[in-house]
């Protein structure tokens, strides 16, 4: 019989130490040691020229041939972000080198509206423009008593210019052409998911905090018809859209804006703001997926937030829940945390190019700068809102 108990308890001593290591229990430390730690990745693998390495085997030690134009713009966005949360000069003077990398990689049109010629690239993507936009808006959110009035007053001319081609860009049924071609600026194609909710953000978030308020008619209107085409519309087609889940998180994060902005009409926004989540916990099953889902938290925080501010207990509950278990999962994913799991920390290092990384999955080496990117901006709004 003793010995039997005693059995009994090795295994559970091995089954819950599993668990801990598999999990953490999310709090602010944890948060702050992540955010930490993902800001010495992004500025170890930002280049001279200022765009990034984009994809690091941290335990073979070698780069992959690969890049993302977006993803490249999405990883100056998440600088700008950690900027906002902490202003330092080593992360002012990575977010000057990657706006000088994308300035200086761009032509003006006729119009006067800027687009991008990413190196490498047959054509542009919509969402390297808008992701341009919201870097500086957000640095420019930050920074303004920091920086000269003559460099603020520069980079609003450079922000005015992508938000002019992103309004250029819209195509006849109120979204957003997904391409422009090189030698003149033109869009062309059909609309993605991710850029018109990356367009979306953009141009919310330009006339909540820069005074662009000559935008909120157009905004108003993509918001609109964006909800009925890839949210509505995608899920009468498929309960579980890949559609809607490439919406999600940037059509999220502008809910949240619209839902706080004032202006008519918009409160609807906090309801769809949750209804999303809901989609994304119930039917998409976030916390059930291999591969690495911060952009979940992204879009579940901003509601989590909203649910709470609006008295709506039952929802925030179940937002919270998920947050805690899934972020604090992700956050094991992380190399060089003291949370990590078993798989990074059976592969000691030290490399400063692992370091802060985050995995796409909770057994593969890979770390993408896109990855990191999103869950640094998970972490910060999670600081902000759950674990303030």
């Given at each position: 019989m ?13 089954f ?5 290591c598999?999990e953490?229990?999310?709090?602010r430390?944890?948060?702050d040691r ?24 941290w ?5 992959s041939?690969?890049d ?5 713009a ?12 902490s ?14 990398f ?9 119009t006067?509206s800027?687009?991008v ?11 390297t ?11 420019l959110r ?12 520069d ?8 938000l ?7 195509d006849?049924s109120?979204l957003w052409h ?21 367009a979306?953000?953009?141009l919310?978030k ?10 909120v008619?157009?905004?108003?209107d993509s ?8 949210v ?16 999600f ?17 918009t409160?609807?926004?906090?309801e769809?703001l ?17 591969r ?19 008295g709506k207990s039952e ?7 998920t947050i ?13 945390s ?12 030290d490399?400063?190019l692992a370091i ?14 896109d ?12 600081r902000r809102?759950?674990?303030p």
């Amino acid at each position: 019989m003793r010995k039997g108990i005693t059995t009994l308890l090795v295994l559970s001593i091995i089954f819950f130490s599993g668990m801990t290591c598999s999990e953490a229990v999310l709090d602010r430390k944890i948060l702050d040691r992540s955010l930490e730690l993902g800001r010495s990745f992004l500025l170890s693998h930002q280049k001279e020229e200022g765009n990034f390495t984009y994809e690091y085997d941290w335990i073979n030690k070698t780069f992959s041939r690969g890049d993302n134009q977006v993803r490249q713009a999405g990883a100056a966005w998440g600088i700008a972000l950690i900027y906002q949360d902490s202003p330092d000069g080593e992360t002012e003077k990575a977010i000057r080198k990657a706006l000088q990398f994308f300035r200086d990689r761009s032509k003006v049109r006729s119009t006067g509206s800027r687009y991008v010629v990413y190196p490498d690239e047959s054509a542009g993507s919509t969402g390297t423009v808008a992701l341009c936009a919201l870097t500086l808006i957000d640095f420019l959110r930050a920074a303004e008593e920091r920086i000269s009035p003559e460099e603020y007053s520069d980079l609003r001319k450079l922000l005015d210019e992508y938000l002019q081609f992103l309004v250029e860009a819209r195509d006849p049924s109120g979204l957003w052409h997904r391409s422009f071609l090189f030698l003149n600026g033109i869009p062309y194609g059909p609309s993605s998911p991710y850029f018109d909710g990356e367009a979306l953000l953009a141009l919310v978030k330009a006339a909540r905090y820069l005074d662009r308020k000559d935008l909120v008619p157009i905004i108003l209107d993509s918001a609109e018809k964006g909800y009925w085409n890839n949210v509505v519309l995608a899920l009468k087609k498929d309960r579980d859209s890949a559609v809607t889940k490439g919406y999600f998180q940037w059509a999220s994060m502008a809910y949240f804006e619209l839902a706080h902005s004032g202006w008519k009409d918009t409160l609807k926004y906090g309801e769809r703001l949750m209804e999303l989540s809901h989609w994304m916990i119930d039917v998409h099953r976030t916390l059930g997926r291999t591969r690495n889902t911060a952009y979940a938290y992204e879009g579940i925080i901003p509601a989590y937030e909203w649910a709470r501010k609006t008295g709506k207990s039952e929802d925030a509950g179940k937002f919270r829940n998920t947050i805690e278990k899934g972020l604090g999962k992700l956050c094991t994913w992380q190399v060089g945390s003291p949370w990590a799991n078993s798989f990074i920390r059976s592969h000691s290092t030290d490399d400063p190019l692992a370091i802060g990384g985050v995995q796409n999955h909770g057994r593969e080496p890979l770390l993408r700068i896109d990855v990191t990117q999103h869950q640094m901006h998970a972490v910060i709004l999670a600081r902000r809102y759950v674990f303030p």
